[in-house]
């Protein structure tokens, strides 16, 4: 069974640089075509793709906010981190990590319980 | 940038076919994919690669894909299927989800 879980500050202040872990158990980014992604959704809004990180460390961006991305992986511990720069009021959403297999048309399969960044001052 | 379009709002009685369509410029040339989340929830995969469905979902949840518009189709809709839906694609190497529909049984 695969399971993963985000942990990370629920409070940010603007300008400062977001971390976010994901802790993930069931596989391994060790494995080939195992990866995890980050994505978020703003209350009430849409989902939105941040970033993706493989097992061979092929890592892959949202176009409009690679300059702010960087996503890492520790595979001894099992945990992929996303770090976000310069953060903004508009970056206050909920923020999920997910499982991901390297496949034609790869889907997000399981999604963590996601966690709560606010972005104020 | 790829752009997958919903509608916000799909109604349906219970016990009736539910529709929700996905619109992206020549998406039946890719593979699409759905997530249904409830309120308070995380996203769930429903349809994978088109039309499979993950063990675990029922198969009254059914998907296709074909020119510009891929659909996810419910069949014998029960009220516990009333959720958000959001469809997902691949371009340019970069995950696109679209703007997501809310489906309302009543």
């Known amino acids: 069974q695969i399971t993963l879980k985000e942990s990370g500050p629920t409070l940010v202040k603007p300008t400062q640089t977001l971390t976010l872990t994901c802790t993930f158990s069931?596989?391994?980014?060790?494995?080939?075509?195992?990866?995890v992604g980050w994505i978020r959704q703003p209350p009430g809004k849409a989902l939105e793709w941040l970033a993706l990180i493989y097992w061979d460390d092929d890592k892959r961006y949202s176009p409009s906010l690679k300059s702010r991305l960087t996503i890492t992986k520790d595979t001894s511990k099992n945990q992929v981190v996303l770090t976000m720069t310069n953060m903004d009021p508009v970056d206050t959403a909920t923020y999920y990590c997910a499982h991901n297999k390297a496949a034609a048309g790869s889907w997000f399969d399981p999604w963590g319980q996601g966690t709560l960044v606010i972005v104020s001052s | 940038s790829y752009e997958l379009t919903q509608p916000p709002s799909v109604s349906v009685s219970p016990g009736q076919t539910a529709s929700i369509t996905c619109s992206g410029d020549?998406?039946?040339?890719?593979?699409a994919c759905w997530y249904q989340q409830k309120p308070g929830q995380s996203p769930v995969l429903v349809i994978y690669q088109d039309r499979k469905g993950p063990s675990g979902i029922p198969e009254r949840f059914s998907g296709s894909n074909s020119g510009n518009t891929a659909t996810l189709t419910i069949s014998g809709t029960q009220a516990l299927d009333e959720a958000d839906y959001f469809c997902q694609t691949w371009d340019s190497s970069t995950v696109v989800f679209g703007g997501g529909t809310k489906l309302t049984v009543l």
């Open positions: 020549k998406l039946g040339d890719k593979f």
């Open positions: 069931g596989f391994s980014l060790s494995t080939s075509g195992e990866g």
